[in-house]
């Protein structure tokens, strides 16, 4: 049942009227099928150059879960900008490791149909289940938020990865039905953080880990949080097409602006195959693409943020940071992206937390 606060937003967009719920646990945010046979035959140089350039998670060591309780320190030394802390980088090798290997698995499945590929992601996943990991941590004691924020990226990585796995018949049904159960106890503890003022690039995290598990797993409830969420960070756009929050990151404004849509992206397209438009959603005559439009204009003329932030900007761009817009391309057309995501989107980009290799999960 649909909940109040969206009534006045549907009836003004038509292609929203569905209700909010998960119609199929594998549509994914791709067609698997389809992609699994296009890729198999290919003759596109990106796509053929993404593959080769491909890992494997059978080729590497299973990565043992963190033990004890969650205590990630700050990312930042101070505050939230200027220099990073080592420590933190330090700890949270452990699940990028994870990420990248269940990844693997995963867009080698897309690309050869490899069962073994998408089993060794799902038992790297199952022992992490079996050892109930992402779940002993409390954001609201000892300033304890990074691992909260460690706990989303992760569960972006996994639900957006189980979502395309689930598509082999011949995974084993126990380790899935383990995983899938962690998986929404996991997300439903991470959820149960929030307060009304978490509305940030975060919220957009945990939505998208929210709304992928809940595809997967059948959870009507975690499916809306992710698409209320990104109704919230619609309402949020300024008028030029900015995120008024992520301005305020200092010399890292057009980069947050970045990593907000790198989950927006995602969202809007896990409820495309849920037959919900999330791309026509309007908030103040404004749609994610003015966001989108804003960011391409930002990174090939960074004085745009000037308005917003007096901080030179950083301008390290790189594959993670185009990754989402294979997908917004594959879709669109490169119109809005400007010419450094465009160029950028010339070669195979990567991002574990929205699948890995997004070049092989949708890149045309």
């Known amino acids: 049942m649909l909940k109040a606060p969206f009534l006045v937003a549907l009836a003004l967009v038509p292609a929203l009227a ?10 994914s945010v791709i067609g698997v099928p389809s992609r699994i046979a296009l890729l198999r035959s290919t003759s596109d140089p990106l796509q053929r150059s993404a593959i080769q350039g491909l890992k494997s998670c059978v080729a590497t060591a299973p990565i043992t879960p963190p033990s004890g309780p969650m205590q990630i320190p700050h990312h930042y030394l101070s505050g939230s900008h200027g220099p990073t802390n080592p420590e933190e980088k ?16 995963m867009n080698q499945y897309l690309a050869t149909g490899s069962h073994a590929e998408a089993q060794c992601a799902l038992d790297q996943m199952d022992a992490w289940a079996r050892a109930n990991t992402l779940m002993d941590y409390d954001p609201h004691v000892n300033q304890n938020s990074q691992s909260w924020f460690q706990v989303e990226w992760t569960l972006s990585s996994l639900g957006t990865t189980l979502s395309v796995l689930v598509n082999d018949q011949a995974l084993d049904p126990a380790k899935l039905a383990r995983v899938e159960k962690w998986l929404n106890a996991s997300a439903h503890r991470m959820i149960g953080f929030e307060g009304p003022k978490d509305i940030n690039n975060h919220h957009d995290w945990r939505a998208l880990a929210a709304i992928s598990i809940g595809v997967v797993t059948k959870d009507n ?7 209320t969420a990104y109704k919230d960070a619609v309402a949020q756009i300024d008028k030029n097409g900015a995120f008024p929050l992520e301005m305020a990151r200092h010399e890292r404004a057009i980069h947050y602006q970045s990593f907000a849509l790198q989950p927006l992206v995602m969202i809007a397209e896990f409820a495309e195959h849920q037959h919900i438009d999330l791309y026509a959603y309007a908030k103040n005559g404004r749609t994610l693409r003015d966001a989108v439009r804003f960011l391409g ?15 030179a900007q950083m301008i390290d761009f790189a594959g993670s940071d185009f990754a989402p817009f294979v997908f917004y391309a594959a879709r669109f057309g490169n119109d809005d992206l400007g010419n450094t995501i465009t160029n950028g989107l010339k070669e195979p980009v990567f991002e574990t937390r929205i699948g890995g290799s997004t070049t092989v999960m949708a890149a045309k």
Not at 90 to 105: C, I, L
Not at 297 to 311: F, G, L
């Open 18 to 27: 569905s209700a909010q719920h998960v119609t199929s646990t594998t549509a």
């Open 90 to 105: 330090k700890q949270t090798e452990v699940y990028g490791a994870f990420e990248r290997r269940t990844t693997a698995g």
């Open 221 to 227: 409830s975690l499916f809306d949080f992710g698409v």
């Open 297 to 311: 204009h930002a990174m090939d003329d960074p004085t745009i943020v000037k308005s917003y932030t007096s901080d």
